[in-house]
């Protein structure tokens, strides 16, 4: 059981995730684990000096589906940063209890390349990197 505002939290992992993914072009996946089920949202955003820009109804599921990973005690987020000429970095945190804790580099190797256990080739131009942790 956590012992923080689903609110709150949920907020501050929201900054704290457009924070720390600094500046370019990125596309967040969150899911939430539900008593009735998995809830997902995505959110494509753009980070520049100080400015985030995103559509509003993105930004608003974006935010619910963080509250019910804090309010359910468990979720993840998936970020892919584009870096340019068709390459991107991969990286992700699980939520705990409304805690997030980074996913290593060969843990989302494995979460994107051995899906049913079978190894299959990452895509092109692919990277897959430890999150930074999150400052909150």
Known sequence: MNFFNADDRAADLMVAVLD???DGRHLMTMVAGCPDGAMTASL???NRAD???AAWESLQRAAHVMRRAVEGGV?????????GRG????F???????V?????????????CTPGGE???PEPGVEYVEAPPLIL
């Open 44 to 46: 494509v955003f753009e």
């Open 20 to 22: 720390v993914v600094g």
């Open 100 to 112: 997030a804790e980074s996913v290593s580099s060969a843990q989302m190797f494995n979460a994107y």
């Open 51 to 53: 400015e985030t820009e």
């Open 75 to 83: 979720g993840g987020i998936v970020v892919r940063t584009l870096t």
């Open 87 to 90: 390459t991107s970095r991969v």
């Open 119 to 121: 190894l299959v080739a």
């Open 92 to 98: 992700g945190w699980v939520l705990d209890e409304g």
